[in-house]
């Protein structure tokens, strides 16, 4: 039997301590930072109040939370964008100068804390700002990866808007959130949280998440632990839920989907070790099968652009028509893109995970 060899990461008792969530819209990831300020960890004074679909709230500081939606804009996106930002995206001046802008908010907002923590749906996927931000910052970064079985991501963003709830759509958001940059996670102290299983076994997670990321259990941790467990967590935090079996009978989930929750909620249920080959490997052909759709990702958000566009217009979308039709011609071989997509899901299937026994 081969062992895994697992970095180690030493202790900075002088540093400060960073722990970061991330996760896709809609899995849970408020729920899950409500669950780290029960740890002790400080999520600041000026939170995001709570309203409209995170009634008991969503724990993110505001600062950091305008920040952040600021940069998602200067990268040229969306909240429901699927297109993958490229590499020289975080040099322009703009984004640096954001750089600069978050690091004295942090200073400003964090500096008296020995521990605090920060929640954005979309952080992992900005990952690389935040990393050069903590690097200068000189920070001990520990990370909180919130996964949530994607058929009730899709169910739940149906709530709010149908058109981004539609499974084929939900998945491509989900995607690059959850994806891209996740395997540079894995430099840093790291723990995957399944929401179902905290709505399950509160107690048994938060305890998990504080042993991994080397939180002290304190009396007073423990008893915030028990009021997060016994008032915070309630029964209207979850409207559905599904099964890895219901995934994998679904017949609208991509394939890449499927198969990234399924190693996350490996990673999630300690079923694998985090450190394993096996799990980067898999990662890596994930990453790259999704990375070689770019064109058509960004083909997607032009679409939608176009769509909302015709939305606001009082001609209707009907107008669009002719000029979507043009662009289709002229610019995509359509045939050529559903076959590059048949290979990548027959390449795919070639590497499935191995049946449960």
């Given amino acids: 039997m ?10 900075a008792p002088y540093k400060q301590r960073v722990i970061v969530v991330l996760g896709a819209g809609r899995s849970g990831t408020s729920t ?23 009634p008991q709230g969503f724990f993110e500081d505001e600062g950091l939370l305008k920040l952040s939606k600021r940069l998602r804009a200067a990268l040229g996106l969306r909240a429901e964008s699927v297109s993958l930002i490229q590499p020289h995206q975080w040099q322009t001046p703009t984004v640096r100068a954001l750089a600069q ?22 952080t992992l996927r900005m990952l690389p700002f935040w990393r050069a931000v903590f690097q200068e910052l000189d920070v001990d970064v520990r990370y909180v990866m919130v996964v949530r079985n994607p058929i009730s991501v899709a169910r739940s963003r149906a709530q709010l808007n149908p058109r981004r709830g539609r499974q084929e759509k939900s998945d491509l ?31 048994t997670q938060l305890e998990r998440i504080a042993t991994t990321l080397g939180l002290p259990l304190t009396a007073a941790t423990k008893a915030g632990i028990q009021e997060y467990a016994k008032q915070f967590l309630h029964p209207n935090l979850r409207h559905s839920h599904f099964t890895e079996e219901d995934l994998i009978n679904n017949t609208q989930v991509n394939s890449l989907t499927r198969d990234a929750y399924r190693w996350l909620y490996r990673l999630a249920t300690d079923s694998v070790e985090p ?60 045939t050529r893109i559903v076959s590059k997509l048949k290979i990548s899901a027959q390449e795919l299937r070639r590497h499935q995970l191995p049946s449960d026994t």
């Fill in 2 to 11: 081969t062992l895994t060899t697992v970095p180690t990461f030493p202790s």
């Fill in 32 to 54: 899950i930072t409500r669950g780290l300020q029960a740890l002790g960890v400080e999520l600041g004074g000026q939170l995001r109040p709570g309203g409209g679909k995170n």
């Fill in 101 to 122: 802008e978050a690091q004295e908010t942090i200073r400003r907002r964090f500096g008296r804390y020995s521990l605090w923590g920060y929640k954005y749906a979309g």
């Fill in 173 to 203: 958001e989900w995607l690059v959130n959850v994806v891209p940059y996740f395997h540079e996670v894995r430099e840093r102290p790291f723990v995957v949280v399944d929401y179902d299983l905290v709505l399950t076994a509160a107690i």
């Fill in 275 to 334: 450190h394993s080959p096996e799990v980067w490997q898999e990662w890596e052909r994930i990453e790259h099968a999704f990375t070689v759709q770019a064109p058509f990702l960004r083909y997607v958000d032009q679409l939608e652009a176009e769509l909302r566009r015709a939305q606001r217009s009082i001609l209707g979308p009907l107008q669009l028509i002719p000029q979507v039709w043009l662009n289709m011609r002229q610019n995509w071989n359509l």
